[in-house]
């Protein structure tokens, strides 16, 4: 299975500061057809994951363009360029390249 | 709007079975394959299993197999999990989740596992 590490467990921010959260996977994401199959996730208290970034970079329908995805490879980030209260929640990256789908632990984004 | 809507959850004992339901709606739910996600009290996010979109094709996580079965209904656009000799880790919110590369979640339905 491919074990994916988040860092950090978690980001104290101060509102309209950026926060960076990376995203480790044991092996490539590269899909055979070329494709990085890698997601980022956010799950506000009490709902259900939401989707934000999928294939590394693509920011998905009604997302905030302060949410940002990069990487390659084995190595991704997620950057949130000015965090507001609303940003507040656990975010998980998410790998879809090969079953079993794997997640990474989780990274806590609250409010200094 | 896509809304998934997950049902049958509830407290059942060690070895008991219970099966869920995820109701579909705002979207050709014969053209997604499907996931259930299962996230225990305070953790992160275990993906369970899939299913293709015309029900051909299935994976399980080890954690499940043998024991869980993912099924659809595309003319009522439902997703199943049947869950048979259910264990105390099994306790946990279960989400259905769309598409191959899941893009939208429901609600969850919170399974309780315990004597």
């Known amino acids: 299975d491919i074990v994916m590490t988040q860092t950090p467990l978690s980001s104290p921010v101060t509102l309209g500061q950026p926060a960076s959260i990376s995203c480790r996977s044991s092996q490539s994401l590269v899909h055979t057809d070329g494709n990085t199959y890698l997601s980022w996730l956010q799950q506000r208290p009490g709902q259900p994951p939401r989707l934000l970034i999928y294939k590394i970079s693509y920011r998905f329908s009604g997302v905030p363009d302060r949410f940002s995805g990069s990487g390659a490879g084995t190595d991704f980030t997620l950057k949130i360029s000015r965090v507001e209260a609303e940003d507040v929640g656990v975010y998980y990256c998410m790998q879809t390249t090969r079953f079993p789908l794997t997640f990474g632990g989780g990274t806590k984004v609250e409010i200094k | 709007q896509v809304q998934l809507v997950a049902s049958g959850g509830g407290v059942v004992q060690p070895g008991g079975s219970l099966r869920l339901s995820c109701a579909a709606s705002g979207f050709t739910f014969n053209s997604y394959a499907m996931h259930w996600v299962r996230q225990a009290p305070g953790k992160g996010l275990e993906w369970v299993t899939f299913?293709?979109?015309?029900?051909?094709?299935?994976f399980y996580a080890d954690s499940v197999k043998g024991r869980f079965t993912i099924s659809r209904d595309n003319s009522k656009n439902t997703l199943f999990l049947q869950m048979n000799s259910l264990r105390p880790d099994d306790t946990a919110v279960y989400y259905c989740?769309?598409?191959?590369?899941?893009?939208?979640w429901g609600q969850g339905t919170l399974v309780t596992v315990s004597s």
């Open positions: 989740a769309r598409n191959r590369n899941p893009d939208f």
């Open positions: 299913i293709q979109y015309d029900g051909s094709t299935d």
